[in-house]
Nanobody, 129 residues
Framework: QVQLVESGGGVAQAGGSLRLSCKFS????????MAWFRQAPAKEREFVGI????????LYADSVKGRSTISRERAKYTVNLQMNSLRPEDTAVYYC??????????????????????WGQGAQVTVSS
């Protein structure tokens, strides 16, 4: 059973940086796509970005593209979300999510929450102006 534990949230000034980490356990990390979502108060949870397991492709939401980097540390079973040039609208609870992929498997909507069957507990990020 996959378990995900986020860490690294906190408070930052606008224009600053934060790095979130997600520790994976319970399965073979290299078989899983790892995604980040976020949920701001009174808003729906939204896709932030993903790192694919085969080839390591990364994809980002337009709202964070150019300011964020997702990286996978295979030896540590950890995925990181580095966020720079933070904005107050980045304030949210950030969740990591996992989906097992097949090497020649079919496509899926990686922006949809329903694509993932393992979730972390969330980490609060607050950006002050």
């Amino acid at each position: 059973q996959v378990q995900l534990v986020e860490s690294g949230g906190g408070v930052a000034q606008a224009g600053g940086s934060l790095r979130l980490s997600c520790k994976f356990s319970g399965a073979t990390f290299g078989d899983y796509a790892m995604a980040w979502f976020r949920q701001a108060p009174a808003k729906e949870r939204e896709f932030v970005g993903i790192v694919r397991p085969f080839g390591g492709d990364t994809l980002y939401a337009d709202s964070v593209k150019g300011r964020s980097t997702i990286s996978r540390e295979r030896a540590k079973y950890t995925v990181n979300l580095q966020m720079n040039s933070l904005r107050p609208e980045d304030t949210a609870v950030y969740y990591c999510a996992a989906r097992r992929e097949q090497l020649f498997g079919g496509s899926y909507d990686y922006r949809s929450q329903s694509a993932y069957n393992a979730w972390g507990q969330g980490a609060q990020v607050t950006v002050s102006s």
